[in-house]
């Protein structure tokens, strides 16, 4: 009755499973468009079945022996009292090819399964689809998972509105308000209603119906309360289909008793969870911890929780709209404090842990792991400045990040901290800490004037309590604040004093991050010997205590000191040695100091237009960041110059377009010009290679992520590098290909799927 929008990929898909398998089950979480999928490739397929399509609608069906019997009723055959429906369909249907659509099996799931395996035992022409929130489990079974629609497009903000999810909810807003359309200016409210509404298709039709009455600013304004206002569905939908909250209570009543208890206590999670984080957080009180795994596997089997490939693990989470149906069944048990309690203090272990290993061999596990918890730290710290008399274990818990925030999200974490020292402001150990660690991330955003204030407190504190460890740490940020300020002598006594009180505490990071400094600081000094010497003792204490991002950095300086010197060779394979520990590590700050420094390598050799194609490179993602140490910033004045002879030794049409170049290089490629590897080999067939012409072999893996709807963030999940490095590889993709959404990419490699390209 309405029309069909998006899923090409997953039509061709459901059509490629029933050529190859006899059961096909389409899975999903209620509301996704199982059934509208299975209504579609029945018509595309209908052909291929001269014995007929059939299509059994079994959520009405009660009881399991009438499934039969609704089976039955669409080949108007009558079953006798006496016999098995099974012998009686087997009986009529012999001999015939064609399919039977069995929609909405998961409440009837083991009795579906049986009729089904029977079925295709004796009638070898029978192809069945089914759909259902959980597959039937037997033999030969495939299952296509649904997800929800796509949301948002790449690049421009105006891309999105293609996006499957914008489309359907423009021509369901259309019918009932004709002057309906989607505009630049609504665009940002009707993707964030698309989003705050998870792309679920019925969820969306339902919104959709209320603009009847509402603008679509109100109406994300109400979806707090979603399942009060998502309430007017269509009086011809069956009842679980007509208000959004009869569609989760049907997947509430499929789940049992200790499920339930699970997906409640799940809710107190934001952005997903690990299996061993749930044995710990949701275990006790009704559910023992050798329970949680078979909890989990149930209600990812029933389409409550997502599974998804993370780093070295998987990992779970819930729809918004599933959590918030969750999250209100958690209110009403009156036990929500008891598990947002729990689930702040494994966080807050989880922080104490990584403060004390983020130094040494396991520094990527952790970093990798503290990022992909970044929803669930802020909830836990959201919780601990909000609850009474929790504020100083939010702010030791923001303190144990700072390493965290230095690397991913400083304006941030200063944000954290600045929030705990507001509440917590009696002079502690715990305060001063805090102070130098906000001092820091301020002297990293430019805001020189209240972190020298910071300090200040900071060293008044940890000389009151005795901490020398506080002080070394006064010392290293205040040795930041004036090489900020072009001060390299001062500096360099301060990082002096750092350095050996470190030593003094056994402190190896802080002796690291200090030599590193002060290398720094001395070459600029034009001490060059002595630079020479703490660079090299700097990346040895590193490399004593297997630690790979702050060797990374001391290797970079020691490329800085060698640069000054003229050793221009040297120079380049410390910067190219320390870039390629920094793309192990993900660290594109750190990247992109090696690039500005590479730059003023090539101009010292008057390499103009690789001058011109390295700007170009560090102006694109994920290469630009305006993040980088405090004392680097000054020294940037060598790229202007670079810039200015570039420019006058090309011309400014010519540097112009090598900046073009290197600004589309995609970031593989972008990495292979910097180090100057050999140029890479033009494509070749896929049938050799796998690669999608004209793609290399990195690009095509993630456009094959794209098309299965996966958001940047879930590509760099699954592939173990940063966002912004995913955000990277999609623009260049669709700057190749020449496209403008995601969408168009799905559509491409399936075409080339057809064509045996892919």
């Not at 069945?128 to 039937?136: D, E, V, Y």
């Amino acid at each position: 009755m309405t029309s069909f929008i998006g899923r090409r990929r997953e039509t061709t898909e459901a059509r490629r499973l029933l050529s190859v398998a006899r059961l096909v089950t389409i899975t999903g979480v209620g509301g996704v468009g199982k059934s509208r999928l299975a209504l579609r490739v029945a018509l595309d397929v209908r052909r291929a079945f001269p014995g007929g399509v059939c299509f059994v609608e079994l959520a009405d069906v009660d009881e399991p022996a009438l499934i039969g019997q609704a089976l039955a009723d669409t080949h108007s055959i009558r079953i006798p009292p006496s016999q098995s429906p099974v012998d009686v369909l087997i009986e009529h249907l012999a001999d015939r090819r064609m399919l039977i659509v069995l929609d909405n099996c998961e409440h009837l799931l083991e009795d579906c399964a049986v009729l089904a395996d029977g079925l295709l035992r004796a009638l070898p022409g029978l192809r069945i689809l089914a759909t259902s929130r959980q597959p039937l489990g037997i033999a030969s079974e495939q299952t296509l998972e649904l997800a929800p629609l796509p949301v948002s497009g790449a690049g421009p903000l105006t891309c999105s509105a293609e996006s499957d999810a914008v489309r359907l909810f423009a021509e369901r807003v259309a019918a009932v308000r004709p002057d309906f359309a989607v505009t630049e200016a609504n665009l940002p409210v009707v993707l964030e209603i698309c989003r705050r509404l998870d792309g679920l298709p019925l969820a969306i039709e339902l919104a959709a119906v209320r603009l009847r009455a509402l603008s679509v600013e109100q109406l994300l304004q109400r979806l707090d309360d979603r399942f009060r206002l998502l309430t007017t569905g269509s009086r011809a939908a069956p009842p679980r289909q007509r208000t959004l909250r009869a569609l989760i209570d049907w997947s509430h009543d499929l789940c049992t008793a200790k499920e339930r208890l699970l997906w409640q206590r799940a809710c107190v999670f934001s952005d997903g969870f690990t299996l061993e984080t749930a044995e710990e957080v949701c275990s006790g009180d009704g559910i023992g911890e050798a329970e949680v795994i078979d909890l989990i596997t149930g209600l990812v089997e029933k389409s409550v929780l997502i599974s998804e490939e993370g780093y070295r693990e998987a990992r779970y989470r819930l729809l918004d709209t599933i959590r918030q149906y969750g999250r209100e069944r958690l209110a009403e048990s009156g036990e929500e404090a008891i598990w947002r309690r729990r689930h702040r203090d494994h966080y807050r272990d989880l922080a104490r842990k990584a403060w004390e290993r983020h130094f040494g061999p396991a520094q990527l596990d952790w970093h990798v792991r503290l990022h992909a918890e970044d929803g669930n730290l802020h909830k836990a710290l959201e919780w601990s400045f909000a609850e009474p008399g929790e504020a100083e274990t939010g702010l030791a818990m923001a303190t144990h990040l700072l390493h965290h925030w230095i690397r991913y999200h400083p304006r941030e974490g200063r944000g954290w901290l600045a929030q705990g020292l507001a509440l917590c402001t009696a002079p502690t150990v715990l305060r001063a800490r805090a102070l130098w660690g906000c001092a820091w991330m301020s002297l990293m955003q430019g805001d020189e004037a209240p972190a020298a204030a910071m300090l200040a407190e900071c060293r008044e504190i940890a000389a009151r309590t005795g901490s020398d460890y506080d002080l070394a740490y006064a010392d290293l940020c205040s040795g930041m604040l004036a090489m900020s300020r072009g001060e390299a002598a001062t500096a360099a006594v301060l990082y002096r004093k750092a350095a050996d009180r470190c030593r003094r505490l056994g402190d190896h990071v802080g002796v690291a991050l200090a030599l590193i400094r002060l290398c720094l600081a001395r070459s600029v000094q034009g001490r060059g010997e002595e630079a020479q010497a703490l660079g090299e003792e700097a990346v040895a204490v590193c490399e004593a205590h297997g630690d790979v991002r702050y060797r990374a950095y001391a290797l970079m300086v020691l490329g800085i000191e060698a640069w000054r010197r003229g050793e221009l060779q040297r120079a380049a394979a410390l910067q190219k040695q320390s870039l390629e520990s920094n793309r192990v590590m993900d660290d594109y700050t750190g990247c992109g100091m090696n690039l500005e420094v590479l730059t003023w390598i090539a101009g010292s050799e008057e390499r103009y237009a690789r001058v011109a194609r390295l700007l170009g490179i560090l102006k694109s993602p994920p290469w630009s960041d305006d993040v980088s140490m405090v004392e680097f910033r000054w020294l940037r004045r060598h790229s202007r110059v670079c810039e200015a002879e570039a420019v006058k030794a090309l011309g400014t049409k010519a540097f112009s377009a090598e900046v073009t170049r290197g600004a589309r290089l995609a970031p593989d490629e972008a990495a292979g010009f910097v180090l100057e590897l050999e140029a890479p080999e033009e494509p070749v067939p896929a049938a050799s290679n796998g690669q999608v012409p004209p793609l290399t072999r990195r690009e095509t893996e993630i456009a094959r992520l794209v098309s299965r709807g996966l958001s940047n963030k879930e590509i760099a999940s699954t592939l173990v590098i940063s966002p912004r490095t995913a955000e990277g590889h999609v623009e260049h993709i669709l700057d190749k290909l020449g496209f403008s959404s995601r969408t168009q990419i799905a559509t491409w490699l399936n075409e080339q799927t057809r064509n045996g390209k892919a």
